[in-house]
């Protein structure tokens, strides 16, 4: 007969911890290896983003049983009094994230030009401080009916665009980390605007410094040089193409002219990569060439992606960026991205839309 006295809460605690962080641990290292594996293999996936998250929030949650199967009580309070602040601090930086984008707004206009693609931080952080300013005095009580009904999906709409840039950026802090192999036949430099449409500007002089770098640590570890491709057109505004700014640039820090090759066709990222490609196949007479390619690092991502694209099999070697412009060119990017696959995006925000649509209608129907 069941003896409650016999009943021992501490040893069937102790095995509910147990079985809890052998499942945990379990799940954890199955998603690390699913993600490790998806992303050695082609890193230029965004759903990539997505198991790297997921990953790292069952390590969260083993992190948390782990702690909790100590029974350490000073380490459970801390843990917890992290957690809480941790919380916190995300929260008051996302709702008051408006003051920075408008700060940086701010300094970019300061030292860049004002057109639209340099305005972007600006847009975002004005759309938020309005959201903010509605949500804050409760503005939206005073709408018809009709307008509410249609304005209440924004925060789901909101919602899929924050979570789709949220992976954007994961997938773009993990290309930053992805190995390099010191063993490249050809480095493709990829071209931006020239100052007085003829000299080449300091964030592209960073790209070939990059290059020039990662070419010298090549022959370093007792390899052959790759070649230099300078890839970029002539703009309506500029004397020259920005393939060969590139190349007399070069020249002029000691690489020797045979070993670079000119690719001036190009208008955009999709033709840097397509004739790049072509012009290392037939100068290397091999179907299948080692190539990487140069750019800043916020743009390495999707630059991987447009190689992809366009059969390139081509990773990204990132250039350093001064941070005041990092935030701007990052959401450039982020929308560039998003245009790539903006079939998908299309259909889901559309739905939404008519969701809204519907609701809307509806409003009129409802007493």
Known sequence: MFNLQDFNYNVLLNQIYENALLLVTTLMLVSFGVFLITWLREPRRLVNGSLFTIFFLIFLLWLAVLIFATKNQALITTAGFTFIALVFIIFFALALSWIFLLWNAYIVWKRESHGLQNSLTLLLGLLLLIGWVISIFNLNNGFPEWLAALLSVTPLIALYLGFTLFNYLVNLLLYQ???????????????????????????????????????????????????????????????????RAMANYAIMQGVEPSAIIIEDQSKNTFQNMQFSKQIAIEDAADQRPSIAFVTNNYHTFRAGLVAKRAGLRANGIGAKTRFYFLPNATLREFAAVMMLHKKRHGIVIGLLLLLAVFMSIMSFFVI
Not at 197 to 214: E, H
Not at 215 to 230: D, E, F, S, T
């Open 177 to 243: 980390f992805f190995p390099k192999r010191y063993r490249q036949d050809y480095l493709i430099v990829l071209g931006a605007g020239l100052i007085e449409g003829q000299t080449v500007t300091p964030l592209l002089a960073n790209r070939i410094n990059r290059a020039l770098k990662y070419r010298n640590k090549q022959v370093k570890k007792g390899r052959k040089a790759p070649k230099l491709i300078m890839s970029g057109g002539q703009g309506p505004d500029e004397l020259i193409p920005e393939a």
